[in-house]
């Protein structure tokens, strides 16, 4: 978690411009693909989009507050996102589409950031003065998320709830280690990766790694065989969602010198920028 609040408090700092898209995530249908933006205001909000770069819509009011990290529930008919005044003062908040209805879910002190919204329930982190603790949110409690075996460490899990990813930066610990059901973690590559996705069939993620200050996405199979570098540009490429036919990664990258979503075909290697040419 600490790596990747690292990541946006940068963005943020040094790309804070028109446009400025981040964190896509492909609905369940893979017919639309939410992110959050800069395109309004300073204040991040969420949008949601075609898949094919269509069709933009303004999901979150343009209220003063940020709206960062959009998680799709598992119908598609509800997102998650983080909201506040700023990094520091964040809450979790649920966004009915279909009633256009916000609740907010937590009342913790300190700042709720959301990971993804799987079958088992929402999970999220909460930053206080302790630091960091990751919880799984269900219909009537919260459940504390804790692997022992590490210190420092940012979590994520597979849409049916069967495999969690640990990026672990615990010295002479560092790497992805996957988790399934028996409990025992895998280390399955060295590389410090962050933003984590899950192909939608469990046979493989994409991530994103940082080489000589340029960072760009891999994927990599659950049992650590088959890592390939998907982007070699000299942008930063940052933030991967896989589609939901594991065919196609979204990710937001900076070559056209402002961050918008780019697709690429994980077969052919074509990539088209989505985002930032006339939306």
Known sequence: MRKVLTIIVSLIANFIIAQSDFSPQYSNDGSQILF????IEKEPEIFVIDKDGKKVKQLTKTDGNWAIEPRWSETDNFITYSTGENMGKLKLAIHDLNMDEVKFIE???GSQFVISWNKNGIEWGNKSKNGFKFYRKTEHNNTPIEYKQ???YFLKSSRDGTFTVLAVYDENKKGL????DDGEPQKITDMIGSNISFSFDNKFIAFEA????????YTIKLDGSDLKKITSDQANDLMPTISPNNKEITYSSSISGQFCLHTINLDTKEVKQITGLKN
Request: charged share 40%; net charge positive.
């Open 150 to 152: 590490f210190k420092d």
């Open 210 to 217: 940082k080489e000589k200050d340029v960072s760009n996405i």
């Open 36 to 39: 959050y933006s800069y395109r």
């Open 177 to 180: 280690w996957v988790i399934n």
């Open 107 to 109: 009342k913790m002190e």
